[in-house]
């Protein structure tokens, strides 16, 4: 049966002066209909996860050559900026998340202007709600955070095994079934979470620990919280803690008009599409990089 | 007389699972030699601060077409992501280290392959060691860190304010004299921490607070340390904080083969600049887009 690890744990971690935005990224292995050994890897984590991406890998006694597919959530900054690094993989992307990353809103600060030039840095599969990416592994159409994003369900010896991306950043969502962050439909995200917690057995979030929900409706981490914070400690001058439960759902300032430019944009996409060079070169095993911040 | 203010704050803050990576960000204002008042960003940080760098710039009276000119200090991820907010600017930047951002290396994790996609979204204007930007504002080349790091001096009523993006990242390597990260060349990172020290009465650094040495070489903050952090607390179970004091100096592995290949890929580098299509859009006057991770 295939399996889900953690090769780098999502974060909630925020602060009033940006958005370290750690999202969980994931190994699924099994064999294909072929029965040959397949390495999937959803989603990349950004930059500044690059070189703790390298030694996940590594323990996991991989290099980037072997991963040789990347299914991208969705195509926000914090999940895409390190498919660069498997240049031997396919990119599995939603149609109409690889259409909007190249015309994105303008208030769309999570998916720049440049988004689409990252996208089409390895070859692109379109991939859809149903569709069987290894026996056991399925796509999960899950719009509304963002118009494609998707989630991989993932029949594991522990049962049915969802990756959600950003369709279910916290497990607290799972609770109020609302998500905290909509940049494409609220109510589309809403249905989208419903459908999670149809499916799922237990729960990989975009930016949490894996969990499963208890009888009585409780949060159940399958795994500790573990995170060691350098250059401030806990007495530092001025470094303070506010509480996040629950936050409230933001839905993004002219999210009306996204349907309509996206009709709008459609030719425009395409062209840019097909316009895109590729600058990523062969793959080549990396020496470990860190520590130390860019 | 021109003058510095921070729009957003530099940070040394760092953790074990991954890099906040949250640059200074700076606006310098004065007027040129026709003395038209201009608005000058240093540095633009990563997507995780945008919409922070909106409300700022909104706090400053400034939208992001007010923005003439936008200085890259360097290409690292962490200073470079935001330039497509400022469609009306022209992006100053080094020719080393636009050269380089089209080919660099593949143990160097602060600058993706496709980061000269990026950089090519905006009109460059390649800027050397010495140049005026406008009166009483000048480039200072600050090579090593990264093969075309570049400061900004400018003449304040405080004295000389410089500006030097990673050939300085922390207050502390002023009295080290070692920059902690060196992706180009260790002896002349070197050098030019001794450059910026010899030219400055005030420090901007790219990862800290702004500062001046004292007399007994000690160093005074110019402005208090502040930041709020979400999502966890100083008692949330399995969060620690490691001391992060002088870390020391790491440099990149394959650093040796820097020159070398930066002369073997100087004509693929050219041929990558010509062939960037240009996809941000004229700039249009976002609406405030916090709070909340992407």
Chains 1, 2 share one sequence.
Not at 150 to 165: D, P
Not at 238 to 244: I, P, R, V
Request: proline content about 9%.
């Amino acid at each position: 049966m295939p399996t889900v690890d953690i090769l780098l744990p999502g974060f909630g971690l925020d602060t009033d002066q940006g958005y370290p935005a750690f999202c969980g990224v994931f190994l699924v292995r099994g064999p294909d209909a072929a029965g040959r050994p397949r390495n999937i890897l959803v989603d990349a984590a950004h930059v500044g996860r690059r070189p703790f991406l390298w030694t996940a890998l590594a323990e996991h006694g991989l290099s980037a050559d072997d991963i040789d597919t990347v299914v991208l959530t969705h195509a926000h900054w914090d999940h895409v900026q390190n498919i660069d690094l498997f240049p031997s993989a396919t990119l599995l992307v939603h149609p109409d998340e690889r259409r909007y990353a190249h015309t994105p809103h303008a208030n769309d600060w999570a998916t720049p202007a440049w988004t689409g030039l990252l996208l089409e840095q390895l070859p692109v599969r379109e991939v859809t709600d149903g569709e069987e990416i290894i026996p056991g592994v399925e796509v999960l159409g899950l719009p509304g955070h963002s118009p494609g994003s998707i989630g991989l369900v993932v029949r594991t010896e522990a049962g049915r095994a969802t990756i959600t991306g950003d369709a279910l950043h916290f497990a607290y969502v799972a609770t109020t079934g609302r998500n905290p962050l909509v940049f494409w439909d609220a109510d589309q995200a809403e249905r989208s979470i419903g459908r999670i917690l149809e499916v799922s057995d237990v729960i990989y979030p975009g930016h949490d620990r894996p969990f499963r929900l208890a009888a009585d409706g409780g949060i159940d981490y399958l795994a500790p919280f573990a995170l060691t914070v350098t250059g401030v400690g806990p007495d530092t001058p001025g470094l303070g803690f506010a509480d996040s439960s629950a936050r409230p759902s933001w839905v993004m300032p002219g999210i009306q008009e996204q349907r309509a430019l996206y009709e709008k944009n459609a030719d425009d996409s395409r062209r840019r599409i097909s316009r895109v060079p590729r600058v990523v070169r062969p793959a080549r095993a990396p020496r470990a990089a860190g520590p130390g911040s860019g």
